[in-house]
Protein backbone atom coordinates (compact mmCIF):
# COMPACT_ATOMS: atom_id res chain seq x y z
CA UNK A 1 0.00 0.00 0.00
CA UNK A 2 1.62 3.16 -0.94
CA UNK A 3 1.42 6.00 1.56
CA UNK A 4 0.12 9.00 1.91
CA UNK A 5 3.39 11.20 1.28
CA UNK A 6 4.37 9.35 -1.42
CA UNK A 7 1.22 9.75 -3.08
CA UNK A 8 1.62 13.66 -2.94
CA UNK A 9 4.92 13.66 -3.95
CA UNK A 10 3.94 11.99 -7.42
CA UNK A 11 0.58 14.53 -7.49
CA UNK A 12 2.92 17.84 -7.37
CA UNK A 13 4.76 16.52 -10.09
CA UNK A 14 1.61 17.47 -12.10
CA UNK A 15 1.33 21.32 -13.14
CA UNK A 16 -2.65 21.55 -12.80
CA UNK A 17 -3.17 25.85 -12.21
CA UNK A 18 -6.47 26.73 -13.20
CA UNK A 19 -6.99 30.17 -15.22
CA UNK A 20 -9.34 32.58 -14.29
CA UNK A 21 -9.82 34.21 -17.83
CA UNK A 22 -10.37 30.81 -19.51
CA UNK A 23 -13.84 30.52 -20.26
CA UNK A 24 -13.64 26.38 -20.78
CA UNK A 25 -14.21 23.92 -18.05
CA UNK A 26 -11.80 22.87 -16.74
CA UNK A 27 -9.89 26.56 -17.40
CA UNK A 28 -6.65 24.47 -18.31
CA UNK A 29 -6.32 21.22 -20.09
CA UNK A 30 -3.53 20.12 -18.03
CA UNK A 31 -5.40 19.67 -15.08
CA UNK A 32 -7.09 16.79 -17.12
CA UNK A 33 -3.78 15.12 -17.00
CA UNK A 34 -4.02 14.21 -13.06
CA UNK A 35 -7.61 13.92 -13.50
CA UNK A 36 -6.96 10.95 -15.97
CA UNK A 37 -3.92 9.53 -13.59
CA UNK A 38 -6.65 9.88 -10.62
CA UNK A 39 -9.38 7.31 -12.75
CA UNK A 40 -6.19 5.16 -13.65
CA UNK A 41 -5.14 4.87 -10.09
CA UNK A 42 -8.48 4.05 -8.89
CA UNK A 43 -9.73 1.24 -11.18
CA UNK A 44 -6.66 -0.06 -10.26
CA UNK A 45 -7.54 -0.13 -7.25
CA UNK A 46 -10.46 -1.64 -7.38
CA UNK A 47 -13.07 1.15 -7.65
CA UNK A 48 -15.10 0.02 -10.91
CA UNK A 49 -17.16 3.20 -11.07
CA UNK A 50 -14.09 5.57 -10.98
CA UNK A 51 -14.92 7.99 -14.06
CA UNK A 52 -13.63 11.43 -15.73
CA UNK A 53 -16.46 13.39 -16.99
CA UNK A 54 -16.35 15.50 -19.55
CA UNK A 55 -15.72 19.12 -17.77
CA UNK A 56 -12.77 17.27 -15.82
CA UNK A 57 -14.79 16.13 -12.97
CA UNK A 58 -13.88 12.81 -11.45
CA UNK A 59 -15.61 10.96 -9.22
CA UNK A 60 -15.63 7.52 -7.73
CA UNK A 61 -17.61 5.15 -5.30
CA UNK A 62 -16.13 2.76 -2.32
CA UNK A 63 -18.98 0.52 -1.22
CA UNK A 64 -19.93 0.10 2.42
CA UNK A 65 -22.12 -0.96 4.83
CA UNK A 66 -25.93 0.06 3.54
CA UNK A 67 -26.78 1.16 6.91
CA UNK A 68 -24.85 4.03 7.54
CA UNK A 69 -25.17 7.09 5.52
CA UNK A 70 -23.12 7.78 2.56
CA UNK A 71 -20.14 9.97 2.93
CA UNK A 72 -18.45 11.86 0.65
CA UNK A 73 -15.12 13.58 0.28
CA UNK A 74 -13.88 16.08 -2.18
CA UNK A 75 -10.67 17.70 -2.71
CA UNK A 76 -9.72 19.87 -5.37
CA UNK A 77 -7.16 19.33 -8.09
CA UNK A 78 -6.31 22.60 -9.49
CA UNK A 79 -3.60 24.94 -7.90
CA UNK A 80 -3.64 28.60 -7.16
CA UNK A 81 -2.21 31.01 -10.24
CA UNK A 82 -0.93 33.21 -7.16
CA UNK A 83 2.47 31.47 -8.47
CA UNK A 84 3.52 29.13 -10.43
CA UNK A 85 3.24 25.01 -10.47
CA UNK A 86 5.66 24.16 -12.96
CA UNK A 87 8.63 21.94 -12.38
CA UNK A 88 7.58 21.89 -8.68
CA UNK A 89 11.06 19.96 -6.78
CA UNK A 90 9.78 18.75 -3.33
CA UNK A 91 12.23 17.50 -0.98
CA UNK A 92 11.45 16.14 2.97
CA UNK A 93 13.28 18.08 5.79
CA UNK A 94 13.94 16.38 8.83
CA UNK A 95 12.75 19.13 11.29
CA UNK A 96 14.63 19.94 14.17
CA UNK A 97 14.03 23.99 14.36
CA UNK A 98 16.24 26.81 12.57
CA UNK A 99 16.16 28.22 8.99
CA UNK A 100 15.12 25.97 6.23
CA UNK A 101 17.67 26.51 3.32
CA UNK A 102 15.06 26.06 0.29
CA UNK A 103 17.57 27.42 -2.57
CA UNK A 104 21.26 27.26 -1.82
CA UNK A 105 22.23 28.55 -5.22
CA UNK A 106 19.77 31.41 -4.65
CA UNK A 107 19.94 31.99 -1.01
CA UNK A 108 15.81 31.37 -0.29
CA UNK A 109 15.37 30.63 3.37
CA UNK A 110 12.35 29.73 5.32
CA UNK A 111 12.38 31.14 8.44
CA UNK A 112 10.80 30.62 12.11
CA UNK A 113 10.84 34.88 12.63
CA UNK A 114 8.56 35.20 9.08
CA UNK A 115 6.60 31.85 9.55
CA UNK A 116 6.35 31.32 13.26
CA UNK A 117 4.33 27.59 12.55
CA UNK A 118 7.81 26.08 12.28
CA UNK A 119 8.23 26.22 15.73
CA UNK A 120 5.14 24.13 16.63
CA UNK A 121 6.78 21.49 13.77
CA UNK A 122 9.95 20.51 15.47
CA UNK A 123 10.60 16.78 15.02
CA UNK A 124 8.51 16.52 12.19
CA UNK A 125 9.82 15.61 8.58
CA UNK A 126 8.37 18.75 6.05
CA UNK A 127 7.95 18.75 2.41
CA UNK A 128 8.89 22.23 1.02
CA UNK A 129 9.36 23.42 -2.03
CA UNK A 130 12.79 24.90 -3.92
CA UNK A 131 11.66 28.08 -2.97
CA UNK A 132 10.33 28.87 -6.57
CA UNK A 133 7.23 27.93 -6.98
CA UNK A 134 4.54 26.66 -4.78
CA UNK A 135 4.25 23.28 -3.45
CA UNK A 136 0.38 22.33 -4.23
CA UNK A 137 -0.75 20.97 -0.92
CA UNK A 138 -3.50 22.92 -1.78
CA UNK A 139 -5.02 20.57 -2.56
CA UNK A 140 -2.88 17.52 -3.78
CA UNK A 141 -2.61 16.65 -0.03
CA UNK A 142 -5.96 16.36 0.17
CA UNK A 143 -6.38 14.29 -2.82
CA UNK A 144 -3.72 12.04 -1.81
CA UNK A 145 -5.66 11.88 1.83
CA UNK A 146 -8.62 11.37 0.33
CA UNK A 147 -6.78 8.06 -2.37
CA UNK A 148 -4.88 7.09 0.56
CA UNK A 149 -7.91 6.38 2.84
CA UNK A 150 -10.20 4.83 -0.01
CA UNK A 151 -7.28 2.51 -0.16
CA UNK A 152 -7.30 1.75 3.52
CA UNK A 153 -11.06 0.93 3.34
CA UNK A 154 -10.73 -1.27 0.19
CA UNK A 155 -7.88 -3.41 1.81
CA UNK A 156 -9.71 -3.16 5.34
CA UNK A 157 -12.66 -5.85 6.97
CA UNK A 158 -13.88 -3.80 9.73
CA UNK A 159 -17.14 -2.34 8.74
CA UNK A 160 -17.89 1.00 7.27
CA UNK A 161 -19.80 4.22 4.97
CA UNK A 162 -19.85 3.99 1.84
CA UNK A 163 -17.80 6.92 0.07
CA UNK A 164 -18.23 8.58 -2.55
CA UNK A 165 -15.08 10.25 -4.25
CA UNK A 166 -15.04 13.98 -5.87
CA UNK A 167 -12.02 15.61 -7.14
CA UNK A 168 -12.77 19.32 -8.79
CA UNK A 169 -10.90 21.23 -10.73
CA UNK A 170 -11.23 25.41 -10.93
CA UNK A 171 -11.62 25.49 -7.02
CA UNK A 172 -9.03 27.81 -7.23
CA UNK A 173 -10.50 30.46 -9.21
CA UNK A 174 -14.06 29.98 -8.03
CA UNK A 175 -15.46 27.25 -10.23
CA UNK A 176 -14.92 24.15 -8.54
CA UNK A 177 -18.91 23.26 -7.46
CA UNK A 178 -19.70 24.95 -11.44
CA UNK A 179 -20.32 21.51 -12.82
CA UNK A 180 -20.42 19.29 -9.42
CA UNK A 181 -22.99 16.48 -10.20
CA UNK A 182 -24.65 16.16 -6.75
CA UNK A 183 -27.74 14.09 -7.43
CA UNK A 184 -25.08 11.90 -9.00
CA UNK A 185 -23.11 12.04 -6.31
CA UNK A 186 -25.46 10.47 -4.10
CA UNK A 187 -23.71 11.29 -0.89
CA UNK A 188 -25.96 12.04 2.43
CA UNK A 189 -23.39 14.57 2.94
CA UNK A 190 -19.90 15.49 2.35
CA UNK A 191 -16.33 17.16 3.89
CA UNK A 192 -13.79 18.80 1.73
CA UNK A 193 -10.68 18.32 2.39
CA UNK A 194 -8.87 21.23 2.04
CA UNK A 195 -7.82 23.17 5.64
CA UNK A 196 -4.97 24.39 7.07
CA UNK A 197 -3.25 23.03 10.21
CA UNK A 198 -3.93 20.06 11.88
CA UNK A 199 -7.75 20.02 13.68
CA UNK A 200 -8.96 22.70 11.55
CA UNK A 201 -12.86 21.71 11.35
CA UNK A 202 -14.88 24.63 9.62
CA UNK A 203 -17.98 25.44 8.79
CA UNK A 204 -18.28 28.97 8.49
CA UNK A 205 -17.24 31.03 5.49
CA UNK A 206 -17.55 34.01 3.88
CA UNK A 207 -20.31 35.65 2.41
CA UNK A 208 -18.50 36.64 -1.25
CA UNK A 209 -18.69 39.22 -4.05
CA UNK A 210 -16.34 40.10 -7.52
CA UNK A 211 -16.84 43.99 -8.02
CA UNK A 212 -15.18 45.59 -10.96
CA UNK A 213 -14.94 49.70 -11.39
CA UNK A 214 -14.30 51.12 -14.20
CA UNK A 215 -13.67 54.48 -14.66
CA UNK A 216 -14.11 56.92 -17.82
CA UNK A 217 -12.48 60.45 -18.45
CA UNK A 218 -11.33 62.90 -21.24
CA UNK A 219 -8.00 63.20 -22.63
CA UNK A 220 -6.54 66.55 -23.79
CA UNK A 221 -2.89 67.62 -24.04
CA UNK A 222 -1.63 68.70 -20.73
CA UNK A 223 -0.79 72.09 -22.02
CA UNK A 224 -4.93 73.45 -23.11
CA UNK A 225 -6.23 70.82 -20.15
CA UNK A 226 -7.76 73.66 -17.99
CA UNK A 227 -11.68 72.40 -17.54
CA UNK A 228 -11.47 69.91 -20.30
CA UNK A 229 -9.23 66.93 -18.94
CA UNK A 230 -10.91 64.53 -16.61
CA UNK A 231 -8.18 61.70 -15.28
CA UNK A 232 -9.82 58.43 -15.26
CA UNK A 233 -6.99 57.27 -13.08
CA UNK A 234 -7.13 60.00 -10.69
CA UNK A 235 -11.03 59.41 -10.10
CA UNK A 236 -9.93 55.67 -9.43
CA UNK A 237 -7.87 56.39 -6.70
CA UNK A 238 -10.62 58.71 -5.25
CA UNK A 239 -12.87 55.94 -5.56
CA UNK A 240 -10.66 53.55 -3.43
CA UNK A 241 -10.07 56.48 -0.88
CA UNK A 242 -13.71 56.41 -0.14
CA UNK A 243 -13.28 52.68 0.87
CA UNK A 244 -12.88 52.50 4.94
CA UNK A 245 -8.82 51.71 5.04
CA UNK A 246 -9.46 49.74 8.40
CA UNK A 247 -11.51 47.44 6.27
CA UNK A 248 -8.23 46.13 3.98
CA UNK A 249 -6.97 42.02 4.72
CA UNK A 250 -4.00 43.12 6.16
CA UNK A 251 -5.86 45.05 8.89
CA UNK A 252 -8.66 41.90 9.55
CA UNK A 253 -8.71 38.59 10.86
CA UNK A 254 -11.67 36.37 12.78
CA UNK A 255 -14.79 37.36 11.53
CA UNK A 256 -13.91 40.89 10.29
CA UNK A 257 -14.86 41.08 6.34
CA UNK A 258 -13.09 43.55 3.77
CA UNK A 259 -12.26 45.16 0.82
CA UNK A 260 -9.20 43.91 -1.56
CA UNK A 261 -8.14 45.45 -4.27
CA UNK A 262 -7.19 42.87 -6.34
CA UNK A 263 -6.03 44.38 -9.45
CA UNK A 264 -5.63 48.45 -10.86
CA UNK A 265 -4.77 49.33 -14.50
CA UNK A 266 -5.25 53.01 -15.47
CA UNK A 267 -4.54 55.62 -18.15
CA UNK A 268 -6.38 59.17 -18.88
CA UNK A 269 -9.74 57.91 -20.99
CA UNK A 270 -10.01 54.62 -19.34
CA UNK A 271 -9.38 53.05 -15.72
CA UNK A 272 -10.50 49.82 -13.80
CA UNK A 273 -10.00 48.63 -10.11
CA UNK A 274 -11.68 45.45 -9.07
CA UNK A 275 -12.15 43.93 -6.03
CA UNK A 276 -13.27 41.23 -4.00
CA UNK A 277 -15.16 41.76 -1.20
CA UNK A 278 -15.61 39.18 2.06
CA UNK A 279 -17.65 39.49 5.32
CA UNK A 280 -19.02 36.31 7.35
CA UNK A 281 -21.96 38.42 8.61
CA UNK A 282 -25.13 39.04 5.78
CA UNK A 283 -26.27 42.17 6.52
CA UNK A 284 -22.42 43.85 6.78
CA UNK A 285 -21.59 41.96 3.42
CA UNK A 286 -24.84 43.45 1.66
CA UNK A 287 -23.40 47.25 3.32
CA UNK A 288 -20.18 46.74 2.01
CA UNK A 289 -21.77 46.41 -1.44
CA UNK A 290 -23.80 49.36 -0.55
CA UNK A 291 -20.92 51.36 0.28
CA UNK A 292 -18.98 50.45 -3.44
CA UNK A 293 -22.00 51.66 -4.96
CA UNK A 294 -22.54 54.91 -2.85
CA UNK A 295 -18.92 55.52 -3.67
CA UNK A 296 -20.12 55.47 -7.44
CA UNK A 297 -23.34 57.22 -7.07
CA UNK A 298 -21.37 60.13 -5.36
CA UNK A 299 -18.60 60.05 -8.13
CA UNK A 300 -21.18 59.99 -10.85
CA UNK A 301 -22.65 63.12 -9.80
CA UNK A 302 -19.45 64.98 -9.26
CA UNK A 303 -18.51 63.77 -12.31
CA UNK A 304 -21.07 63.51 -14.57
CA UNK A 305 -23.26 60.22 -15.58
CA UNK A 306 -21.26 57.48 -16.96
CA UNK A 307 -18.12 58.14 -15.09
CA UNK A 308 -17.85 55.35 -12.97
CA UNK A 309 -19.71 51.81 -14.00
CA UNK A 310 -19.75 49.82 -11.46
CA UNK A 311 -20.55 45.93 -11.68
CA UNK A 312 -20.69 43.52 -8.43
CA UNK A 313 -21.28 40.09 -8.73
CA UNK A 314 -21.74 37.34 -5.27
CA UNK A 315 -19.82 34.34 -5.94
CA UNK A 316 -21.24 32.34 -3.02
CA UNK A 317 -22.40 32.50 0.95
CA UNK A 318 -21.90 31.64 3.99
CA UNK A 319 -22.38 27.92 4.48
CA UNK A 320 -23.50 28.10 8.13
CA UNK A 321 -26.95 28.38 7.33
CA UNK A 322 -27.17 25.03 5.67
CA UNK A 323 -24.54 23.15 8.17
CA UNK A 324 -26.89 24.37 11.61
CA UNK A 325 -29.82 22.10 10.27
CA UNK A 326 -27.31 19.00 10.45
CA UNK A 327 -24.63 20.11 13.03
CA UNK A 328 -24.58 16.41 13.48
CA UNK A 329 -22.07 15.68 10.68
CA UNK A 330 -19.55 18.62 12.44
CA UNK A 331 -19.76 16.51 15.73
CA UNK A 332 -18.86 13.43 13.63
CA UNK A 333 -16.00 14.98 12.45
CA UNK A 334 -14.89 16.23 15.97
CA UNK A 335 -15.34 12.44 17.37
CA UNK A 336 -13.39 11.16 14.55
CA UNK A 337 -10.44 14.09 15.32
CA UNK A 338 -10.43 13.00 19.27
CA UNK A 339 -10.23 9.61 18.21
CA UNK A 340 -6.84 9.22 16.43
CA UNK A 341 -5.37 12.12 18.72
CA UNK A 342 -6.17 15.59 17.17
CA UNK A 343 -7.81 18.34 19.49
CA UNK A 344 -10.48 19.55 16.97
CA UNK A 345 -10.12 23.65 16.20
CA UNK A 346 -13.77 24.83 15.16
CA UNK A 347 -13.02 27.68 13.52
CA UNK A 348 -14.25 30.58 10.18
CA UNK A 349 -12.63 29.72 6.84
CA UNK A 350 -11.17 33.61 5.72
CA UNK A 351 -12.11 32.38 2.21
CA UNK A 352 -14.34 29.73 0.45
CA UNK A 353 -13.91 26.04 -0.43
CA UNK A 354 -15.87 24.39 -2.84
CA UNK A 355 -18.17 23.15 0.17
CA UNK A 356 -19.56 26.61 0.95
CA UNK A 357 -21.24 26.21 -2.64
CA UNK A 358 -22.04 22.75 -2.35
CA UNK A 359 -23.96 23.20 0.98
CA UNK A 360 -26.21 25.42 -0.99
CA UNK A 361 -26.76 23.00 -4.08
CA UNK A 362 -28.30 20.30 -0.74
CA UNK A 363 -25.07 18.95 -0.15
CA UNK A 364 -24.60 19.65 3.16
CA UNK A 365 -20.34 19.96 3.61
CA UNK A 366 -18.20 21.45 6.18
CA UNK A 367 -13.96 21.47 5.57
CA UNK A 368 -11.64 19.29 7.43
CA UNK A 369 -7.50 20.00 7.77
CA UNK A 370 -5.23 18.36 5.47
CA UNK A 371 -1.76 20.19 7.59
CA UNK A 372 -0.85 22.13 4.67
CA UNK A 373 0.66 25.84 5.44
CA UNK A 374 1.45 29.22 3.89
CA UNK A 375 -0.58 28.09 0.85
CA UNK A 376 -0.49 29.85 -2.67
CA UNK A 377 3.20 30.45 -1.98
CA UNK A 378 6.95 29.52 -2.75
CA UNK A 379 7.32 28.71 1.53
CA UNK A 380 4.22 26.53 1.27
CA UNK A 381 4.90 23.34 3.42
CA UNK A 382 3.33 20.13 4.99
CA UNK A 383 4.60 17.85 7.50
CA UNK A 384 4.51 14.10 6.61
CA UNK A 385 3.03 13.55 9.85
CA UNK A 386 0.20 15.95 9.91
CA UNK A 387 -1.12 14.72 6.49
CA UNK A 388 -1.10 11.30 8.11
CA UNK A 389 -3.52 12.53 10.65
CA UNK A 390 -5.43 13.47 8.21
CA UNK A 391 -6.22 10.29 6.19
CA UNK A 392 -6.55 8.72 10.13
CA UNK A 393 -9.43 11.02 10.59
CA UNK A 394 -10.53 10.28 7.02
CA UNK A 395 -11.15 7.20 7.60
CA UNK A 396 -12.89 7.31 11.22
CA UNK A 397 -14.74 9.45 10.13
CA UNK A 398 -15.86 6.71 7.45
CA UNK A 399 -15.99 3.82 9.92
CA UNK A 400 -17.84 6.09 12.77
CA UNK A 401 -20.85 6.15 9.65
Known sequence: ??????????????????????????????????????????????IRDARMDEHGYVYGTVPGDPAMPT?????????????????????????????????EERQIYMRPVDFPSLDQ?????LIVTDGTTLLGADDKAGVAAVMTAA??????SRPHATLKIGFTPDEEIGRGADRFDVAGFGADYAYTVDGGPVGELEYE???????????????????????????????????????????RPESTDGYAGFFHLTGMEGQVEQATLRYIVR???????????????????????KYGPGTVDLKIADS?????????????????????????????KVCPIRGGTDGARLSFMGLPCPNLFTGGQNFHGRFEYIPVEDLELCVQTLVKILEQG
Open 1 to 46: MQTVSQRFLRYVAFDTQSKEDSPTCPSTDKQRLLGQALVEEMAAMG
Open 71 to 103: IGLIAHMDTAPDASGANVRPRVVDYQGGDICLN
Open 121 to 125: DRGKH
Open 151 to 156: QFLLQS
Open 205 to 247: NFNAAAAKADFHGVSIHPGSAKDKLVNASLIAMEFHALLPVHQ
Open 279 to 301: DHDMDKFREKKALLEKAAAFLND
Open 316 to 344: YYNMKEKILPCIHIVEKAKAAMEAVGVAP
